[in-house]
């Protein structure tokens, strides 16, 4: 969510009119009680306090009711004290009127700035509610016939009857089917985590989380080369395996889809007595610096092609393992292709 603040110090032309009418009315106010009342000070003060009030209250920041209590506390001494037409300060009650206005001024607009700030979280998060159950709608409708598009394709390209152009389409079909069916699933994730999610958390085994990654991995990309190498120890991570297993297919997918190697893609743990640094290497022609920004890229502020095609699961996998208490980081391998590094940390190591 954005994060919006309202200016402290702020010039706006609506303002300064809506200031200016509510100086206006006190004064033409009290010029009438003035007529009738030799002595009006104490109506005239109690009129300008009550506009400086309604001034702070009603415009932005504190720029107009402290700039309004100074102008009523000089108009009150000047024009509506004993002696007329002229500035004095030789009365404390005076003086206490003027810090008594400028007090008023100041709290009023604190409150006032604290009340629409909170009233805009409120909008935003509002807004981020519907818009998460939106794309969760979305998502969902979406993933049902992009499933049955890819299943469809998958049995069609295994057609020994097809010719080798309409084999190729269809592949390609399945091809740009899989990388749909990725978005949605990224999308999907964005919406939850958007919508305050929680996590179920619990201790997991790295092993098993690498056995389900490559096996949901193999269901989609089945041409795909991966080696899973098993740690050395029995590690546990805490974390939600549904959203976990995400990153790991996202990475995975990226290797695939952009590593463009014929040499298996490897996905390995190493450790330390703090984390877990799940890494997924490849072998193609490595990353560029696009990869830190889509790594770090702000869910929803994107309109580029590129990071909504490319770099949305970087973006997502990279929330979601912060989500974890951890981080994903990036490089490339010093002789070929690049490594992912998942940053966890770890639960308990035990020995085989």
């Known amino acids: 969510m954005k994060d919006k603040k309202i200016k402290m110090f702020t010039f706006s032309w609506k303002d300064t009119l809506l200031s200016l009418i509510l100086l206006m009315i006190p004064f033409g106010l009290c010029y009438l009680i003035q007529i009738y009342i030799e002595d009006s000070a104490v109506y005239s003060s109690l009129l300008f306090l009550f506009s400086v009030f309604l001034i702070s209250r009603f415009t932005n920041g504190y720029l107009y009711g402290i700039v309004s209590s100074i102008i009523a506390s000089f108009i009150v001494n000047y024009a509506f004290t004993i002696p007329y037409f002229e500035l004095s300060f030789s009365i404390p009650a005076y003086i206490l009127t003027f810090f008594v206005m400028l007090a008023i001024a100041l709290l009023t607009s604190v409150l006032t700035t604290r009340i629409m700030e909170e009233e805009s979280i409120k909008i935003e998060a509002e807004k981020e509610r519907m818009r998460g159950n939106f794309l969760q709608s979305v998502s969902h409708d979406f993933r049902t ?51 305050n999610l929680k996590l179920s958390m619990h201790e997991e085994l790295v092993e098993e989380l690498f056995e389900e990654a490559v096996h949901r991995f193999k269901n989609r990309y089945m041409d795909a080369k991966v080696f899973a190498q098993v740690p050395d120890k029995i590690l546990f991570v805490n974390v939600d395996s549904k959203l976990f297993g995400q990153i790991l297919n996202n990475l995975l997918e990226n290797a695939y889809i952009h590593g463009k190697s014929d040499v298996p893609i490897l996905l390995y743990a190493e450790y330390d007595k703090s984390f877990v640094y799940i890494k997924v290497k490849d072998f193609g022609p490595g990353i560029t610096d696009d990869v830190d920004r889509y790594l770090n890229q702000s869910l929803f502020v994107s309109d580029d092609y590129d990071y909504l095609y490319k770099g949305i699961g970087l973006s997502v996998s990279n929330t979601i393992a912060k989500l974890h208490g951890g981080i994903i980081q990036a490089s490339n391998n010093p002789d070929v292709g690049a490594t992912f590094t998942i940053k966890i940390p770890v639960v308990k190591s035990v020995e085989k």
Request: net charge negative; no cysteine.
């Open 145 to 195: 016939p992009l499933t049955s598009i890819l299943g469809n394709s998958t049995n069609l390209a295994k057609n020994e009857k097809l010719s080798e152009n309409d084999r190729k389409a269809i592949i390609a079909i399945k091809e740009e089917t899989e990388n749909l069916l990725g978005m949605v699933e990224n999308v999907l994730s964005i919406s939850k985590i958007n919508t």
